[in-house]
Nanobody, 118 residues
Framework: QVQLVEFGGGLVQAGGSLTLSCAAS????????MGWYRRAPGKQRELVAT???????NYADSVKGRFTISRDNAKNTVYLQMNSLKPEDTAVYYC????????????WGQGTQVTVAS
C-alpha cells in the first residue's frame, strides 16, 4: 500500500507561481514514475507532467515552458513548479505514482486545489 501526501495548492493571481510537492511512503520495492494529473471543473482528468526514476520527463502541451517537474528519489518526493499560471490552470491537481511491488501499480493522491484568479 502507498500513501501520498500532497502540499502546495492554493489561490494565486494570473501570472503568478506555485510549487506542488508530493511525498510517497508505504510498501513498495521502487517507484518508477511520478507525476501530476489535474481535473478542471466539468472536464476529465488529464496528464500534466510525469518523470521517471531516471529523470525522463513528459509534459502536456498546455504547460510546456511554464511548468517544471522534478523529483528527489531519496525522499520519494515529486515537485511541480508552476510559473506563469493562467486561469485555465485552475483544477484539482492529483499526485500520481507507478510503483512496483510484486507487479506494477498506479496510484493517485487525494488531490490539492489550485485556483488561478484573473
Amino acid at each position: 500500500q502507498v500513501q501520498l501526501v500532497e502540499f502546495g495548492g492554493g489561490l494565486v493571481q494570473a501570472g503568478g507561481s506555485l510549487t506542488l510537492s508530493c511525498a510517497a511512503s508505504g510498501s513498495f520495492v521502487s517507484i518508477n514514475t511520478m507525476g501530476w494529473y489535474r481535473r478542471a471543473p466539468g472536464k476529465q482528468r488529464e496528464l500534466v507532467a510525469t518523470i521517471t526514476s531516471g529523470g525522463s520527463t513528459n509534459y502536456a502541451d498546455s504547460v510546456k515552458g511554464r511548468f517544471t517537474i522534478s523529483r528527489d528519489n531519496a525522499k520519494n518526493t515529486v515537485y511541480l513548479q508552476m510559473n506563469s499560471l493562467k486561469p485555465e490552470d485552475t483544477a484539482v491537481y492529483y499526485c500520481y505514482v507507478r510503483y512496483a511491488l510484486l507487479g506494477e501499480y498506479d496510484y493517485w493522491g487525494q488531490g490539492t486545489q489550485v485556483t488561478v484568479a484573473s
